[in-house]
């Protein structure tokens, strides 16, 4: 049997994978170069657009690829068919929406240590985008995540306002909100004032 194409290959790993995947894991998982796994995608991309009344289109979120239901057929699927974000999550998710863009040590702040890992979690879930902004990291909402939420806008700046507005409706500020979307309720969660945040900050994050 001859050995499939690596565009056949990249397929059934992203998809079979469920969940976003750097250049980085692609090429060590298949011990390929970074430029021909990009090439593999690219083409592999082109190939999905293609496809006739094809449901799916391959995404680079902030440089992790991921496969996703094409916008326009989102409104048409049942809620049951919606990943659901881990409950866990949801706080960091809130914060970063209400926030942003958000400086990565500011959700720290607000969370502790376990910020690291949710912002991990979001990241490979393709719902936040975390790119190195100097010596930090600055923290974004992506269009998957306004189209879970509901969002009618996509441009991180108008999620922000569009967020606050609903957390303004129910009387919460964001450490409130964060608080009451957490497993447990009790979580202590700092408050954060958006003109707090520094443009730069000093340390490398991880």
Same mark, same amino acid.
């Given at each position: 049997m001859? &050995? ?5 290959? +990249? ?6 994978? %469920? @969940?976003?995947?750097? +250049?980085?894991? +692609? #090429? ?11 090439? %593999? ?5 082109? &190939?999905?657009?293609?496809? /006739?009344?094809?449901? +799916? ?11 996703? $239901? ?8 049942? %809620? ?11 706080? *960091? ?11 990565? #040590? ?5 969370? %502790?240590?376990? !910020? ?14 975390? @790119? ?14 306004? /189209? ?6 996509v /441009? ?8 606050? #507005? ?5 009387g919460?500020?964001? !450490? ?8 447990? /309720?009790?979580? *202590?969660? #700092? ?8 443009? $730069? &900050?000093?340390?490398?994050? &991880?």
């Amino acid at each position: 049997m001859s &050995e499939p194409p690596l565009t056949t290959v +990249l397929e059934a790993i992203l998809f079979g994978a %469920g @969940r976003s995947m750097s +250049l980085q894991e +692609l #090429s060590e998982m298949l011990k390929q170069p970074k430029g021909v796994i990009m090439v %593999g995608l690219a083409s592999l991309r082109k &190939e999905i657009s293609e496809r /006739e009344n094809c449901a +799916l289109q391959l995404s680079d979120v902030s440089g992790r690829w991921i496969f996703e $239901v094409k916008p326009e057929l989102s409104a048409h699927l049942p %809620g049951s068919f919606r990943a659901e974000i881990p409950q866990r999550l949801l706080p *960091a998710a809130a914060l970063v929406a209400y926030h942003q863009p958000m400086a990565q #040590s500011q959700l720290v702040d607000m969370l %502790g240590q376990r !910020a690291y890992d949710h912002v991990r979690d979001l990241a490979d879930m393709g719902l936040i985008d975390r @790119r190195r902004d100097g010596l930090t990291r600055r923290l974004t909402t992506t269009r998957r995540f306004a /189209e879970y939420f509901g969002c009618p806008e996509v /441009e991180f700046r108008k999620v922000r306002t569009w967020f606050r #507005s609903e957390a303004d409706k129910l009387g919460l500020t964001s !450490a409130e909100m964060a608080a009451s979307l957490a497993p447990d /309720e009790q979580m *202590a969660i #700092s408050e954060f004032s958006e003109e707090d945040a520094p443009e $730069v &900050e000093a340390g490398v994050e &991880e």
